[in-house]
């Protein structure tokens, strides 16, 4: 019996079903601000990454985005984003009292199983996803914001489902034109 490797390959079509309606659950749950139930979908050692980006010249475009240990919007982890839903719960979060409201849109899906060569410590059950986001948040009367960008995730397959390990979020934006980033993404 010969096994195939899945390593690189495109998910089939109910994997790829199951990873949409994960990245829908999850929407809702940051929509309808049910932020503890969306931490159950992140793995304890989650990395939650959002680089800072600059204009460069289309020669420079490796240098747009900052490398780790640079700038970045968010570098969390699982500990550290519930420390901001307790602080959020806290009443002491201005930035989030009164709470913002969000719509989180998710498309451009592509599922591809994980290449253990490429990304050690993960299996080729794990798997490497893609998807564009549009995330519009309202705030106060006239608050409104715009984010537009990617997230490139890797899902873990356990016991419960499917988890997020890790995630790097690029905004299509360089300079944040919102008063704060109080956002999941």
């Known amino acids: 019996m010969t096994i195939v490797s899945t390593a690189g390959m495109r998910a089939d079509r109910d994997t790829h079903f199951e990873v949409e309606q994960f990245y829908y ?14 931490l159950d979908l992140l793995a304890d050692d989650l990395d939650y990454w959002m680089p800072t980006r600059t204009n460069r010249l289309r020669r420079q475009q490796a240098l747009s985005v900052a490398a780790r240990g640079e700038a970045a919007f968010y570098d969390e982890s699982k500990e550290s984003l519930a420390w901001r839903i307790r602080r959020f719960d806290s009443g002491m979060a201005w ?14 899906v592509m599922v591809r199983h994980i290449d253990p060569a490429e990304h050690p410590g993960f299996t080729e059950t794990d798997l490497l996803v893609r998807s564009a986001f549009l995330v519009y948040r309202n705030r106060l009367e006239r608050e409104e914001n715009v984010f ?13 489902g499917l988890q997020v390990a890790r995630r790097t979020i690029l905004l299509d934006q360089n300079i944040l ?5 109080s956002t999941f993404f």
């Open 177 to 181: 034109l919102a008063k704060n980033i």
């Open 95 to 108: 930035a989030e009292d009164p709470p913002s409201r969000t719509r989180h849109l998710i498309s451009n």
């Open 25 to 38: 659950e999850e929407a809702d749950l940051l929509d309808a601000g049910r932020y503890a139930d969306w």
């Open 148 to 160: 537009a960008g990617s997230r490139t995730d890797i899902l873990r397959r356990t016991a419960n």
